[in-house]
């Protein structure tokens, strides 16, 4: 009998989203932005999963920590991260908590539920009618009903209470013939972290150790670089390790690896529990992941000399990390030869650059080996659209690390730039199918469209060039008041430089009026939109992390490069027709709408001052007749 004064309450959307994870936002965001009315559920009191105020591990993506030139993740996450860059330059997680929950306030059609677990789902043979969840605060019992719903939930859940097929371990050789997978498949799994935070107070600073924290002697962590301890770890392969080192496990060009360092804890304080679900050992998990950080800090500052007499716990984590779990069966599974090989597909929608980086099956229990396995390899590789949707039921999709790959695979796109980048992909092809009343898997057969969306919306995908039919620049005519560089590489389809290839217009200094660039189009046409890409540097890492070494890393304030003041007008047989002024500007990608649409044969883009860089730097310009 259910008790008399539950409280209930029922919601329609077009796509729900289960999970509140950088790959849950980017998804979400992109659904609402494609005109979706979306829901994102999201379990905790504050966004960003991984990323968040909770757990605070910086956002890794495909440039291996700035080691693969030009490799950052663009579209929504890049936009984040700018903003934040700007209002929240010292890394304080409370704002980053207000920068995520502003992006989702600032989206009309999505609405927010924080403080909502899901607990169950509906289904309707093939396809999922409604999930069930429960919010804590208002005691609130909640039922979405929708035709997209998407998992990013990071333990596949919706998946999982569905019935559907996933995947746990590491398949056996013979499966998929990935030259790193053991002879026999295995149940082994990546450990959860938590990690801590320490702070140099000027003077020797006494800790007295709990009584329930675990011991831990030199011989236990002598694979684990901590203090002034750094054991040689060697990467795992023949090719060139990256240059400077991973915050979660890549090696440095020693070839050991760079732990966070006293002020920033270990990702290698990790445990996986020990039954085969891996959920149902969580709150076991958290518990123990506590006693190891205390006893890791007693070990630190207590037993010999490891360069922490000045140093005080500020933060201790006590929401893990998680790097593995289940991974959804999808139309396509990712191999580690896809990886390593840079494959393409024709229907690719993401990309990852990150090393396999398989951990340690125990965790800190397998002290007597290296703590992660590595294996680098040099350029990126394509993560195909049909990676994301459901096999079992028709109108589910995933996002994060969820997505349909092995063991190995997962091990390179796991970490959370690549996971947002899927996420948008998802998202925005959830949208596209509310429009025109498709299934996700029925994409596949204009699989074209939503590729140059993407790109259109400041994403990436390696090989792939705008083509857009509808962006009137393309034809355009391209001239630039001055130019170290090309002006036609604004029309070229490519948003980013890639190796040695220079795919931006670059002016030749700063007149004193500034510099100018201009499109003259095939005809005169309406124009109702202009999309401008401008350079943020994609090697200079913008991440809010708690790591000295990282933001030291950063320059003060949003990148120099960025174009900071500039006025587009649009002409007629010279004439003005319509102007547009920014100031101010942080963003790598500006979307400048005329309302009126009027009809014009000439866009100017008069640029007048950066953020602090010698000259004026453009990647992209398109133009479109429509607002939307």
């Known amino acids: 009998?259910?008790?008399?004064?539950?409280?209930?309450?029922?919601?329609?959307?077009?796509?729900?989203?289960?999970?509140?994870?950088?790959?849950?936002?980017?998804?979400?965001?992109?659904?609402?932005?494609?005109?979706?009315?979306?829901?994102?559920?999201?379990?905790?009191?504050?966004?960003?999963?991984?990323?968040?105020?909770?757990?605070?591990?910086?956002?890794?993506?495909?440039?291996?920590?700035?080691?693969?030139?030009?490799?950052?993740?663009t579209g929504i996450l890049h936009e984040i991260l700018l903003e934040n860059k700007a209002w929240n330059d010292y890394h304080n997680y409370s704002l980053w908590d207000s920068v995520l929950l502003q992006k989702i306030y600032s989206e009309r059609n999505l609405t927010l539920f924080l403080n909502t677990s899901m607990q169950d789902v509906e289904i309707d043979n093939d396809q999922i009618q409604a999930v069930l969840c429960y919010q804590l605060t208002t005691e609130i019992h909640h039922r979405f009903l929708a035709n997209i719903f998407i998992d990013c939930t990071g333990n596949a859940s919706i998946f999982y209470f569905a019935g559907a097929e996933y995947r746990?371990?590491?398949?056996?050789?013979?499966?998929?013939?990935?030259?790193?997978?053991?002879?026999?498949?295995?149940?082994?799994?990546?450990g959860h972290t938590l990690l801590f935070k320490a702070i140099d107070r000027g003077q020797p600073i006494k800790f007295k150790t709990p009584s329930w924290a675990r011991h831990f002697n030199e011989d236990d962590l002598k694979y684990r670089r901590h203090g002034n301890y750094c054991p040689p770890v060697i990467a795992a392969d023949d090719l060139e390790p990256?240059?400077?080192?991973?915050?979660?496990?890549?090696?440095?060009?020693?070839?050991?690896?760079?732990?966070?360092?006293?002020d920033y804890g270990y990702w290698w304080i990790?445990?996986?529990?020990?039954?085969?679900?891996?959920?149902?050992?969580?709150?076991?998990?958290?518990?123990?992941?506590?006693?190891?950080?205390?006893?890791?800090?007693?070990?630190?500052?207590?037993?010999?000399?490891?360069g922490a007499e000045h140093y005080d716990l500020q933060w201790v984590g006590m929401l893990p990390g998680i790097r593995e779990g289940r991974r959804v069966i999808g139309e396509y599974t990712l191999t580690e030869n896809d990886i390593l090989e840079n494959k393409r597909f024709p229907d690719a929608v993401a990309y990852g650059g990150w090393p396999i980086d398989n951990h340690a099956p125990r965790g800190l229990d397998d002290k007597d080996i290296e703590p992660s396995f590595i294996r680098c390899f040099p350029g990126f590789y394509q993560i195909p659209y049909r990676c994301y949707y459901s096999r079992d039921f028709k109108n589910l999709m995933q996002a994060g690390r969820i997505i349909s790959a092995t063991k190995l695979a997962m091990a390179s796109s796991r970490v959370m730039g690549t996971c947002a980048v899927g996420g948008q992909a998802v998202g925005t092809a959830a949208a596209m199918c509310i429009r025109e009343g498709c299934l996700p898997s029925e994409?596949?057969?204009?699989?074209?469209?939503?590729?140059?969306?993407?790109?259109?919306?400041?994403?990436?995908?390696?090989?792939?060039?705008?083509?857009?039919?509808?962006?009137?620049?393309?034809?355009?005519?391209?001239?630039?008041?001055?130019?170290?560089?090309?002006?036609?590489?604004?029309?070229?389809?490519?948003?980013?430089?890639?190796?040695?290839?220079?795919?931006?217009?670059?002016?030749?200094?700063?007149?004193?009026?500034?510099?100018?660039?201009?499109?003259?189009?095939?005809?005169?046409?309406?124009?109702?939109?202009?999309?401008?890409?401008?350079?943020?540097?994609?090697?200079?890492?913008?991440?809010?992390?708690?790591?000295?070494?990282?933001?030291?890393?950063?320059?003060?304030?949003?990148?120099i490069e960025l174009v900071k003041d500039y006025r587009v007008i649009l002409s007629l047989e010279e004439r003005t027709i319509a102007e547009r002024s920014v100031e101010g500007n942080i963003l790598r990608q500006n979307i400048l709408r005329f309302d009126e649409q009027p009809l014009c044969d000439k866009v100017t883009v008069y640029i007048t001052a950066t953020n602090g860089y010698h000259s004026a730097k453009v990647f992209e310009v398109r133009v479109y007749d429509s607002l939307e």
């Not at 959307?13 to 559920?41: E, N, P």
């Not at 009191?45 to 993740?73: F, W």
């Open 443 to 559: 994409i596949g057969e204009n699989i074209n469209r939503l590729q140059q969306r993407l790109l259109r919306d400041d994403c990436y995908i390696p090989g792939i060039k705008n083509e857009d039919p509808l962006d009137l620049a393309r034809t355009a005519k391209v001239w630039a008041s001055s130019g170290k560089e090309s002006a036609i590489a604004v029309i070229n389809g490519v948003s980013r430089n890639e190796g040695q290839d220079i795919n931006c217009w670059e002016s030749d200094g700063m007149a004193s009026d500034g510099e100018s660039l201009t499109l003259a189009l095939r005809q005169p046409s309406r124009v109702g939109q202009v999309r401008l890409t401008f350079d943020s540097n994609l090697n200079r890492p913008i991440k809010i992390t708690l790591s000295a070494k990282r933001i030291a890393e950063q320059q003060v304030g949003v990148p």
């Open 168 to 190: 746990t371990g590491c398949e056996g050789k013979n499966e998929f013939l990935e030259p790193d997978a053991p002879d026999e498949a295995n149940q082994n799994r990546m």
């Open 1 to 73: 009998m259910i008790g008399r004064r539950r409280k209930q309450k029922e919601h329609t959307y077009d796509v729900v989203v289960v999970g509140g994870g950088l790959s849950g936002i980017c998804a979400a965001i992109a659904s609402a932005r494609g005109g979706a009315k979306t829901a994102l559920i999201q379990d905790r009191p504050v966004l960003g999963g991984n990323a968040s105020s909770e757990i605070r591990m910086h956002v890794c993506g495909a440039s291996a920590n700035g080691t693969k030139s030009d490799g950052e993740e």
């Open 270 to 306: 990790e445990l996986p529990g020990t039954s085969e679900d891996y959920v149902l050992d969580y709150e076991i998990i958290r518990d123990e992941l506590v006693r190891c950080v205390y006893g890791v800090w007693d070990h630190l500052k207590n037993e010999g000399d490891h």
């Open 242 to 262: 990256p240059a400077g080192g991973s915050d979660d496990g890549a090696p440095d060009e020693n070839g050991s690896f760079f732990a966070f360092g006293l």
